[in-house]
Nanobody, 124 residues
Framework: QVQLVESGGGLVQAGGSLRLSCAAS????????MGWFRQAPGKERAFVGA????????SYADSVKGRFTISRDNAKNTGYLQMNSLKPEDTAVYYC?????????????????WGQGTQVTVSS
């Protein structure tokens, strides 16, 4: 199993930036893809992006392309979500998730392990 802990959320003004981290522990020596999702009040959990084990493959939701960047440092067992040009509509609880294997998925139902989430609030 993999345990995940997010950090780095907070309050930021529109146009600002935040970097979220996702620290993994447990069975991290096996190949796993990492996904990022977000959930706003009253809405379903939505795909933000995902990254392969090697970092060579990434996928992003259209709503964040060009503004958000996902990366990972396997030596530190940590994934990152760099968020730039933030908008009020980016306000949500952000979650990282993991799934063993190399395929990237955009459906939250296909990820097996989840962090507790971190709140991101973007003020206008």
């Amino acid at each position: 199993q993999v345990q995940l802990v997010e950090s780095g959320g907070g309050l930021v003004q529109a146009g600002g930036s935040l970097r979220l981290s996702c620290a993994a522990s447990g069975r991290t020596s096996s190949t796993y893809a990492m996904g990022w999702f977000r959930q706003a009040p009253g809405k379903e959990r939505a795909f933000v992006g995902a990254i392969s084990w090697s970092g060579s493959s990434t996928s992003y939701a259209d709503s964040v392309k060009g503004r958000f960047t996902i990366s990972r440092d396997n030596a530190k067992n940590t994934g990152y979500l760099q968020m730039n040009s933030l908008k009020p509509e980016d306000t949500a609880v952000y979650y990282c998730a993991a799934r063993y294997g190399s395929t990237l998925y955009s459906s939250h139902r296909l990820y097996d392990y989840w962090g507790q989430g971190t709140q991101v609030t973007v003020s206008s």
